[in-house]
């Protein structure tokens, strides 16, 4: 019989596979488990449509069968089968679902940590077997199919006899070895414990024939043997157990197996809901951001159970953008089986379900906020980026929802892994406060050396520092909080004077009025006004907006494609108390030239200090060597 070859990849997983030093090989039995399951789902799946099929759910059913003369474990299932090409297909290529790939990327980096967490699927038989047969007959079609491989040489396909529907897998044991006891896989303790541990949510029967041994009566020191077909699993999913039945390890185990996923997640959120609609949901907050979590390929959702069958895998309408992060399944007695994609999107249950959800990870977020700051800490850092986004998108509609979720950089906490919430800034703010001030820049010192920021500081407030370009932009759209209005320090009026104050101020700045005017006419098109700054102590200048646009918004509006020639609308401030200010004035009657150079000069300084680009470094350079000499 000719000799096939496996596809390079294939061959490569193989393998890894075969000289897997790998400690738990065990896994190999959940993964078989797991193929028949899905084959029996399809074919039950089926049976609900296509009276042909003639059996019933409670018929399904997968066995396993040791046997230690022979040394094989036998896996087998009345499930749908393959047909040759099927077995062609899927047993000598390695499965190209997005996952697939990924995995078989990471597993060749000897990473083996992984084919524990992820699973291989069914190449790990080649972990604990020197050969493998496959038996298998299609549902509707009349031969059945022997496929056979020793490992990396290939396999084989042939035609032979087999009576049922179904899939039978025999895996002959490798020898055992100092360190590795495969014939501990013959045995019914150690098989029933697997099975225990890995696949008891399996909602079909996994049976198995067991012994047990009996004293005979009436006849001391007699035994004899009975032996039952024994149904190994508790087929309740997971998430239909009762919640006090379940640890912590268990969670996490499912989590891990279904969700690819091999950290621990931050929290599971595990309810049942009756009520117009009757429900079970286990959801997980991952504790870190999926690789692929910031990018397109993304794609978020939950897994739809109906009645405990799978009817999709990420059903996206479940979870709003905000929550995308957040990884699990919902199952439902109310939800059709044979219900379309088409149909779910405007599905009312399907609605009331994702917003009862969005409801309780809004509140076990906000809950982890209160109880653990620490994890809430470390949600933060993975997804709050994406809290952030939310609160700005569909124009602020989920703002209220969000805000209190929200954590911000701020002058009070002390170091750059410290955050504060809205609520607790407005705990602490003074009595005679207006505002909710905050500093946007790209990170905590520069925003906290901003010389405006320093200001408000020393009036005693509290400043929030932004260090995210999305961050004004919420800020901005949830625009009061405790109604209180948020102020960019670098900004308009910080509201920090007194009547005195004002005064004083309108009278000075009419003083200067020629000064500014002149200055302005030196720096056309680079600021719309020079005027005298409130929010100065010790620095000479600062750079301040007016209007709706910040100079941090322009910065990062003009990073994306398309915002290009947004700008904020600047205006240069000086500080009238700063000796340069009387160095100005005196210009103004003496040397026009050497002002409009100063003025191009104090300018430029301020850019740098708001951390922007001078427009050309090597003259702003040749222009202070220039009054050096
Ligand atoms: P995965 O299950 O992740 O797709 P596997 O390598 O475990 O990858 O299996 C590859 C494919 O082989 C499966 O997707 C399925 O189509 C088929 N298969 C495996 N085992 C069985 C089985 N017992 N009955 C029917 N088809 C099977």
Redesign the pocket.
């Known amino acids: 019989m000719e000799q096939k070859q496996f596809q390079a990849e294939s061959k490569r997983m193989l393998d890894l596979m075969i000289h897997s030093i790998y400690t738990h090989k065990e896994i190999f039995l959940r ?2 488990i ?3 399951s ?2 029996i789902d ?1 074919l039950y799946f089926r049976s609900l449509t296509d009276e042909n099929v003639g059996i019933g759910k409670d018929d399904f059913y997968i066995e396993l069968i040791p046997d230690k003369e022979k040394r094989t474990l036998t ?1 087998t ?1 009345n ?4 047909t040759a090409e ?1 077995l062609e297909q ?2 000598g290529v ?2 190209h ?1 997005g996952s ?1 790939a990924f995995k078989t990327e990471n597993t060749l980096d000897e990473n083996t940590d992984i084919i524990g967490q992820f ?5 790990s038989a080649f972990m604990v077997a020197k050969r493998v047969t ?1 038996r ?1 007959r299609a549902y509707g079609a009349d031969t059945a199919y022997v496929w056979q491989s020793e490992g990396v040489d290939g396999y084989t396909v042939d035609t032979c006899d087999k009576e049922s529907v ?2 039978e ?1 025999v895996l002959e044991l490798l020898d055992d070895t100092d360190d590795e006891h495969y014939s501990e896989y013959l045995e019914e303790y150690r098989l029933r414990q697997l099975v225990k541990k890995y696949s008891d949510y399996i909602r079909f029967p996994i049976r198995m024939e067991t012994s047990h041994q009996h004293p005979v009566e009436g006849k001391e020191g007699e035994y004899e043997t009975h032996t039952e077909i024994e149904t190994l699993n508790s087929m309740v999913p997971i998430w239909k157990k009762n919640k006090n039945e379940l640890t912590d390890e268990e969670y996490n185990q499912f989590y891990h197996e279904k969700f690819m996923d091999y950290g621990d997640p931050l929290l599971h959120i595990h309810s049942r809901t009756e009520g117009t609609v009757t429900y079970n949901s286990l959801l997980y907050i991952p504790s870190k951001a999926p690789y692929d979590y910031y990018t397109k390929e993304y794609e978020k959702g939950l897994q739809l159970y109906a009645s405990g069958v799978m009817i999709m895998e990420k059903c996206a309408d479940l979870l709003p953008d905000h929550f995308s992060f957040v990884r699990g399944l919902v199952d439902s007695e109310d939800l059709s089986l044979n219900i379309s994609r088409e149909m779910l999107q405007h599905d009312r249950q399907l609605k009331l379900i994702a917003k009862a959800l969005e409801k309780s990870i809004k509140n076990e977020l906000a809950k982890l906020l209160k109880t653990d700051r620490e994890k809430y800490t470390e949600f933060w850092k993975a997804f709050g980026i994406q809290l952030k986004f939310g609160v700005y998108h569909s124009f602020g509609a989920n703002k209220e929802l969000l805000q209190d979720l929200l954590l911000f950089h701020s002058s009070s906490c002390d170091s750059a892994e410290g955050y504060t919430t809205l609520s607790e800034y407005v705990s602490r703010m003074r009595e005679d406060q207006k505002f909710i001030y905050y500093a946007a820049g790209d990170s905590v010192t520069r925003c906290a050396a901003l010389p405006a920021a320093e200001l408000v500081r020393d009036k005693g407030y509290e400043v929030l520092y932004l260090t995210e370009g999305v961050d004004e932009f919420a800020v901005q759209m949830i625009a009061q909080y405790a109604d209180k209005q948020f102020k960019n320090v670098s900004a308009g009026d910080l509201g920090l004077e007194s009547e005195e104050d004002k005064t004083a101020l309108e009278e000075k700045t009419a003083e200067s009025k020629d000064l500014f005017e002149e200055m302005q006419k030196a720096l056309a098109g680079k600021v719309k006004a020079v005027r005298l700054s409130t929010r100065l102590k010790n620095h000479a200048v600062c750079l301040s907006s007016d209007g709706e646009i910040s100079l941090e918004m322009e910065k990062v509006l003009r990073a994306m494609p398309t915002g290009g020639n947004v700008q904020a609308e600047r205006v240069l401030e000086l500080n009238p108390d700063h000796p340069v200010f009387a160095v100005l004035q005196r210009l103004l009657t003496e040397d026009k030239e050497k002002l409009a150079q100063y003025s191009d000069l104090l300018y430029q300084q301020a850019l740098l200090i708001e951390g922007m680009q001078v427009e050309d470094p090597v003259a702003l350079s040749k222009m202070i060597c220039d009054l050096m000499v």
């Open positions: 993964e078989l797991s193929n028949a899905d084959a399809k896996i299932d499930g749908i089968g393959m099927e899927n047993l390695i499965a679902s697939r699973g291989v699927g069914f190449y496959v298998t179904g899939t897998i």
